[in-house]
């Protein structure tokens, strides 16, 4: 790999430990975070590949005790617990992501890439949420996705708007560097 690529990883895994715990706990025991938002901005600005890497890289942390995950927490209790879905469901994210915004494509392609990542993420995090609660299909959509539909689709929006704009000026300083 060449330095750009690990530095780029470096700094996706570092944004993704600094903001990700930043969180406000719901009655659902699942909170809002910033995770899924700096989950896909690693995605857009890194690409499929390396983001998805950042975001092994940040569960590795969080895996080893780090206090990377939602409310400075980590561990393989919290990995492997109640959330733990949502937590593995943060590469497909980045993936999909990644894969909507590998140039200058359209708006609905990087929308289609975020929206696609974003459900395999709700899927894979209510699943695990029902095995690990016992609870029905209604009460885990109650407790997992109803209440981060509009905050996810202010963070959708978010990236389409930021991602590439901090992608071009990237672009832009490696242009300019002696």
């Known amino acids: 790999m060449k330095t750009r690529t690990l530095t780029e990883i470096a700094v996706m895994t570092a944004l993704l430990s600094v903001l990700s715990p930043i969180s406000v706990p719901l009655s659902s025991l699942v909170p809002i975070s ?19 890497i950042a975001v092994l890289l940040y569960l590795l942390l969080g895996f080893l ?16 617990g109640m959330t733990g879905g949502f937590l593995f ?3 497909p994210l980045a993936w999909c992501t990644g894969l909507g915004f590998t140039g200058r494509e ?4 990087r929308l289609s890439g975020m929206l696609a990542g974003t459900l395999i993420l ?10 690990f ?4 299909l209604t009460a ?19 990236v389409c708007l930021f ?16």
Request: hydrophobic share 50%; proline share 4%; aromatic share 10%.
């Open 140 to 158: 885990s959509l109650a407790a997992c996705v109803i209440p981060f539909l509009p905050g996810d689709a202010l963070k959708i929006a978010a």
């Open 89 to 91: 469901g943060y590469l």
């Open 34 to 52: 910033l995770a899924t938002l700096m989950v896909m901005l690693a995605g857009a600005i890194a690409g499929a590949k390396n983001g998805t």
């Open 122 to 131: 709700y899927l894979l995090g209510t699943l695990w949420f029902m095995f």
């Open 133 to 136: 609660t016992s609870s029905s």
């Open 106 to 109: 359209s708006t609905a392609k």
């Open 163 to 178: 991602a590439p704009r901090v992608s071009s000026a990237l672009e832009e300083s490696r242009k300019n560097r002696i």
């Open 65 to 80: 005790g780090f206090p990377v995950f939602a409310g400075w927490t980590g561990g393989a209790g919290i990995l492997f």
